[in-house]
């Protein structure tokens, strides 16, 4: 028996405060099992107690939501008896530690979690986050991130369509890896986690459990160190094939009715699974260990209930109902496993070689598990931006962005992710935001994730609204209908009242922008500790990073606009109010070397109001194409609708003239659209009736962009601007880097 000492406890992640806590809930010491089980329920990633109280915040209903947060993914009503069902969550320590497996499993978990709720997954998206370009590991994390993600998402057969990337020095010591799935499925077949029916079996099906991933949702509740490679033995390993079995598996036994409820084991294992099927149907639960499927030999009652072993879900079932489902898993070449029974005691019971090795109340680990309102400051505002350095040459300025690290072309990495297994896929990654047809019918979703987080550390709350809005603003830019959104809430340590005040900021933005825009969070995910520990005894923290991932619906994919121009001599036109905003943009960051000034301000009246024109003049077909103004400002959007297009354009000289502010400010909001010459005069009375400002900016046509100024015209060629963006991530990576 392993005593319980002050450094078990606090090796195993709880404050002494905490343990008091156990103490007094059990009535006596805990055994190592026992600790084991209340150290990964109450942690960061499994308790949110740090983020419990701030999250209360978010919009989370509407008329079209049928399941929002608490359950494995969100769900919302698309129509004709069908549901949307989504999630993102984060693999961010585990993919700094073991990139490959670390994102592979993170794909695999979110797939699973939204399988479990009986959805067919029907797209993946990710949002990744990674250091400085030339810092010596970054080329090694990026390779294995992008390998891993492809290699498990192109085994399962769900196409990868979309996704975004960032590179900044706060995260060269803690990468961000955050995935998302979707899925579709009838909403009469929704399935849920809440355990019931007394004496009723409790099933484990999918693979083995072994000695993998063991403390792995402890591990993502702290900071890194210099010792962050010796807890490698946390990281997951995947087996996508295995995954696309068990998909194939529960769908096939979700036909039927024998399931009472379903959980996937993600984060903490058989734990969380175990604890939170329980706790959300007010049941106890017995475990017989000797019962659960092992990979390895002598494995403890601790490791088992630890493990984070990959391609498991436990189950509920329907009493005498076992035979048929384990003919189907066996079908399948699965585990099948009865390992115990729900019971009508409120406690988590275990039993190891005929003796008890657990024996707790379910209570105090989910529901009365710790709950901190951390102390917060909030983050001083920037002075505005008065003073710029040297002239501006818009050409020269422009294929410097184009080729940035935040800018340039993500085509090496979308290369190497199926992005059209499935056949659904409309439009492919490298526009606003990616569509997928709901299978048989004309129905579209589109798919976005979004997040600016030098905006959100310059100024949390206007961070936290600009994110929701980019992300309602790409849906609406294809046409889309936004319905709702997950998040990942990415911050370093709660502890630090600088960093818990970035939390509380950008929520409260977030808050803001869900209500005004119709726009509820139905799902998410809190990640914390993400920093690494200096030599010195401080920490460096990553920016704050809120992603949002959000879905939308085109009654008609096939009136789903694009980003490309279309055609020569069609007219280009800003949408919506422009104030030439330069603080905290990319160029002044890239051309300047400056990272200053407060973000631009998201007016969320003037945003509903542009983006609801936009929308109804892409459905009635009289925008050729569309894209919305964000990183770079107006040049760099133009240039990515140009080369999309294969086509130049002629750009007026701005009134009043300002070339930095006209081309390169960041104003949210706003939208690049051309429309054919007998459209003009009608679509410039509808922005007028509506209160959105439209302005015409010149005409497409030709090989170059040409921006006239008073003095000499600027010019710059589409090869040139292509070799630019298209450069960055090869020359980075090298010939082989998809496999180094």
């Known amino acids: 028996m392993t005593e319980i000492t002050p450094q078990i ?21 805990p055994n190592l099992v026992e600790l084991g089980i209340f150290s990964v329920m109450w942690s960061e990633h499994c308790s949110y107690k740090s983020s419990r109280l701030h999250l209360k915040k978010l919009p989370t209903t509407g008329p079209q939501v049928i399941c929002g947060p608490g359950e494995n ?110 899925g579709i499925a009838d909403t009469d077949k929704i399935f849920y986690s809440a355990a ?40 997951q390993v995947g087996d996508p094939f295995t995954e696309k079995l068990l998909i194939e598996a529960c769908l096939e036994l979700m036909a039927t009715d024998v399931i009472v409820a379903i959980q996937d084991m993600g984060a903490a294992g058989l734990t969380s699974s175990s604890v939170e099927m329980a706790s959300k149907g007010g049941v106890g639960i017995e475990l017989v260990m000797d019962d659960v499927p092992q990979r390895e030999t002598g494995m403890t009652p601790y490791e088992m209930m630890l493990s984070e072993s990959q391609e498991r879900m436990l189950m509920v079932l329907k009493p005498g109902r076992e035979a048929e489902a384990e003919a189907i898993f066996r079908k399948w070449e699965l585990d099948f496993a009865v390992i115990g029974k729900v019971t009508d005691t409120g406690r988590m019971v275990l039993t190891h070689k005929g003796e008890v090795v657990c024996d707790i109340p379910l209570a105090p680990l989910a529901d009365d598990a710790p709950l901190y309102d951390r102390p917060h ?77 030098r905006y959100c550390y310059a100024d949390p709350y206007e961070g936290g609204k600009q994110a ?19 998040d990942c809430m990415n911050f370093g340590n709660p502890q630090n009242p600088q960093i818990m005040g970035q939390f509380v900021g950008c929520i409260e933005g977030m808050a803001e922008a869900c209500a005004a825009l119709d726009f509820p969070i139905v799902s998410g995910n809190v990640s914390l500790y993400n920093e690494t520990k200096n030599e010195d005894g401080t920490a460096t923290g990553i920016l704050p990073t809120p992603a949002i991932g959000g879905i939308g ?21 800003a949408v919506g109010t422009r104030t030439g905003h330069l603080g905290q943009s990319l160029w002044l960051r890239e051309t300047l070397g400056r990272e200053d000034g407060p973000p631009p301000r998201v007016d969320l009246a003037d945003e509903r109001r542009t983006g609801d024109l936009i929308r109804t003049w892409i459905l009635a077909g009289e925008l050729t194409a569309v894209h919305d103004v964000s ?39 706003v939208y690049l659209v051309t429309v054919r010459d007998e459209a003009l005069m009608d679509f410039l009375a509808a922005a007028h009736e509506a209160g959105v400002e439209a302005e015409p900016l010149g005409r497409t046509g030709g090989t170059r962009l040409i921006f006239e100024r008073p003095d000499a015209d600027y010019a710059v060629r589409l090869d040139d601007l292509r070799a630019a963006h298209e450069g960055f991530f090869p020359t980075l990576m090298g010939a082989n880097a998809a496999l180094a």
């Open 377 to 453: 400051v909030p983050t001083e505002p920037r002075a505005e931006i008065e003073d710029f350095a040297g002239s501006v040459d818009i050409a020269a300025d422009l294929l410097t962005l184009m080729g940035s690290p935040d800018i340039a072309s993500r085509r090496w990495i979308w290369e190497q992710y199926d992005h059209m297994v499935g056949g659904d896929t409309v439009q492919r990654p490298g526009g606003d935001a990616a569509v997928v047809r709901v299978h048989g019918t004309q129905k579209g979703l589109a798919i976005s994730t979004d997040c600016t987080p």
């Open 73 to 182: 993914a969100g769900v919302v009503d698309i129509g004709d008896g069908q549901a949307a069902i989504f999630k993102m969550e984060s693999h961010n320590h585990p993919s700094y530690i073991e990139p490959y497996q670390g994102a592979a499993t993170g794909v695999g978990g979110i797939l699973r979690d939204v399988f479990t709720m009986g959805a067919r997954p029907v797209a993946n998206l990710n949002a990744l986050r990674f250091g400085r370009p030339d810092h010596p590991k970054m080329r090694h994390l990026i390779a294995g991130v992008v390998h891993g993600i492809g290699g498990y998402g192109n085994c399962v057969g769900v196409p990868t369509v979309g996704g975004e990337v960032n590179f900044h020095a706060a995260y060269d010591g803690n990468i961000l890896v955050n995935a998302m799935t979707v």
């Open 553 to 573: 619906l085109l009654a008609d994919y096939t009136k789903s606009a694009t980003i490309a121009f279309k055609n020569s001599g069609d007219i280009i036109l």
């Open 468 to 486: 929701i809005a980019e992300c309602w603003r790409n849906l609406t830019a294809v046409g889309a209908t936004p319905l709702a959104t997950t």
């Open 9 to 29: 406890v606090a090796e195993h992640g709880l404050s002494p405060q905490e343990y008091e806590r156990v103490l007094a809930a059990l009535g006596r010491t």
């Open 631 to 669: 990183d770079g400002g107006i040049a760099v959007a133009l240039a990515e609708m140009a080369l999309a297009g294969r086509v130049g354009a002629m750009l007026n000289r701005p009134q009043p003239f300002d070339c930095a502010r006209a081309f390169f400010g960041e104003d949210q909001g």
């Open 196 to 235: 019931s029916g007394t004496g009723n079996s409790i099933v484990y099906v999918g693979s083995k459990t072994g000695r993998d991933g063991i403390h792995g949702a402890t591990m993502a509740s702290a900071s890194f160190d210099e010792d962050s490679d010796e807890k490698r033995p946390t990281v």
